[in-house]
T-cell receptor, first 113, second 116 residues
């Protein structure tokens, strides 16, 4: 069975500071991993996805995530936060044989001017 | 704009009632997924259809049902509604049958259901 754990339901950073949102996964098989962003009153939008081609994955809006098998982690980072990054971020996992898609509980990012 | 459309945007109804939520997938996508997002339970996968057939089932209550029609649009039926069913219901679509890095899901804007 697959699952994800997002540490920290709320994260606050200053504008221009590093953003680090944590995601750990549990999977008995090599997983597919995703980060989604949800802006207020909108649906989820894919930020990036792990394809197994490279452990460092670059996404949209300057975000990237690194797949670390030894740590079972897929943390999301951005070097410099912008006000427009304030949103809810979800990590998700799916096994390569399973049909289900499991989302973490989400991390709400606040950017302080 | 993801290309996935959901109607209605908002729905207010009373306990015990039945409602139908509608989703049209992106052009060419054969899979439709339904999710429930509530404050206390987060984002929960409900059910997936692929090309008209049920493909996967998640935490969907027996009071809820869904179907996918030949034109690939999908409907989620919620009956005997309870206060706790108040939530945001999302539909997503993808080209293929299995979630993978090459079969990403595109989400609609959601339907906000309020049960009074």
């Amino acid at each position: 069975a697959q699952s994800v754990t997002q540490l920290g339901s709320h994260v606050s950073v200053s504008e221009g500071a590093l953003v680090l949102l944590r995601c750990n996964y549990s999977s008995s098989v090599p997983p597919y991993l995703f980060w989604y962003v949800q802006y207020p009153n909108q649906g989820l939008q894919l930020l990036l996805k792990y394809t197994s081609a490279a452990t460092l994955v670059k996404g949209i809006n300057g975000f990237e995530a690194e797949f670390k098998k030894s740590e079972t982690s897929f943390h999301l980072t951005k070097p410099s936060a912008h006000m427009r990054d304030a949103a809810e971020y979800f990590c998700a996992v799916s096994g390569n044989t399973g049909n289900q898609f499991y989302f973490g509980t989400g991390t709400s990012l606040t950017v302080i001017p | 704009d993801s290309g996935v459309t959901q109607t209605p945007k908002h729905l207010i109804t009373a306990t015990g009632q039945r409602v139908t939520l509608r989703c049209s997938p992106r052009s060419g996508d054969l899979s439709v997924y339904w999710y429930q997002q509530s404050l206390d339970q987060g984002l929960q996968f409900l059910i997936q259809y692929y090309n008209g057939e049920e493909r996967a089932k998640g935490n969907i209550l027996e009071r809820f049902s869904a179907q996918q029609f030949p034109d690939l649009h999908s409907e989620l039926n919620l009956s005997s509604l309870e206060l706790g069913d108040s939530a945001l219901y999302f539909c997503a679509s993808s080209p293929g049958p299995t979630p993978s890095s090459y079969n990403e899901q595109f989400f609609g804007p959601g339907t906000r259901l309020t049960v009074l």
